[in-house]
């Protein structure tokens, strides 16, 4: 039996015997008598603290109850004490070789779920645009759209910043933090407790913006990684309950690759994996060079300069029209 299942059974155990002391008009889900309330629909009327302190319960006036993580013993922890800055973008300031090689997030169990930000289809990916670093994913949507928080959390900034524009930081539990530009209008403040699904602000195009859209980026100590891995944004479904965060997926060229990695390599594949897998890329990109184009040159002048094909250079290059090339353009030859 896996620890979270453990966890809500020893949970569940303790709350059964602790119901026979509820006076006998709660516990029943008589039908003889006149009820005026709908099962999943009742106000929460006492909370309980459970287990170590960590979890609450909450008990509803319609004989149904759920969990609820204790924040004030949550406010404790260090993932809330530590490297908390709320007008710094990235507070953790770790070099990539001092964090784990993977780590493993549990995104939903009894008491955390995932709500979609904004569900709709990607409109441009994680990873090098222009060679600039994309960071997170865009997803399109008209201005005043509601903008969700993904999971329970603290704010811990909320500002506008550079080409950010309108910025929403969230930190979670679990160590992750996602971030929320271009809003229109902040309605959170750092310090704020968040659960999923509230609206913590509209969307909107502020800062370096072409189009309304929700720019969304999830990171850990500070480093992005492809919001694809946790979720499907056009299904608005998380991927997995348990994520596996391998090193390899911070660095600003790896993307989600769908189906590209079974579950067994996931969890049991070696360490060895991961390091060959930064090498390679670190390799990749120490190799890669770029021609600035300059007056009068097309694209198989610079092909040939280089001895490349016409067709490879178009294939480095895939956004490039090759018909309209400017000066100053950079263009990948290798
Ligand atoms: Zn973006």
């Not at 006492?46 to 287990?51: F, G, K, L, V």
């Not at 908390?84 to 070789?97: C, E, H, M, Q, T």
């Not at 911070?250 to 989600?256: G, K, M, R, W």
């Not at 490879?312 to 950079?330: E, F, M």
Request: with cysteine; glycine share 8%.
């Amino acid at each position: 039996m896996s620890e979270v299942k453990k966890t809500v059974l020893t949970i569940a155990l303790a709350l059964f015997a602790f119901l026979p002391s509820l006076p006998a008009s709660a516990q029943a889900d008589s039908t003889d008598r006149k009820v005026s309330f709908i099962k999943g629909m009742g106000a929460p009327v006492d909370t309980i603290d459970i287990q170590d302190g960590a979890l609450q319960v909450v008990l509803c006036d319609d004989n149904t109850w759920f969990y609820i993580r204790n924040l004030a013993n949550l406010d404790t922890t260090s993932v809330y004490s530590k490297n908390w800055i709320v007008d710094v973008i990235d507070p953790y300031n770790r070099p990539l070789a001092e964090l784990p090689l993977r780590n493993t997030f549990i995104l939903a169990d009894s008491v955390s779920h995932w709500v979609c930000p904004n569900q709709t289809r990607v409109f441009s990916k994680f990873g090098y645009r222009h060679r600039r670093r994309h960071q997170g994913v865009d997803l399109p949507y008209p201005v005043g759209t509601p903008v969700k928080a993904a999971f329970d959390g603290k704010v811990r900034a909320s500002l506008y910043y550079k080409g950010y524009g309108n910025l929403v930081i969230i930190r979670h539990a679990n160590g992750l933090e996602t971030f929320y530009a271009h809003l229109s209008q902040r309605n959170v403040e750092p310090g704020q407790w968040v659960h999923a699904g509230d609206i913590i602000g509209l969307g909107g195009s502020t800062g370096r913006s072409s189009g309304p859209h929700l720019h969304f980026e999830v990171r850990y100590n500070g480093f992005a990684f492809d919001p694809e891995w946790l979720a499907d944004y056009e299904k608005g479904t998380l991927r997995k309950n348990v994520f596996v965060l391998k090193r390899t997926y911070l660095d600003p060229s790896s993307h989600y690759v769908p189906e590209s990695i079974d579950e067994e390599e996931d969890v049991y594949g070696g360490d060895e994996q991961i390091l060959a897998e930064e090498k390679r890329r670190e390799a990749e990109r120490a190799a890669m060079q770029f021609h600035t184009v300059r007056s009068g040159e097309t694209l198989s002048h610079i092909a040939s300069k280089y001895g490349k094909s016409l067709s490879t250079l178009r294939k480095l290059n895939p956004k490039i029209n090759p018909d309209r090339l400017s000066i100053g353009q950079k263009i990948r030859v290798n």
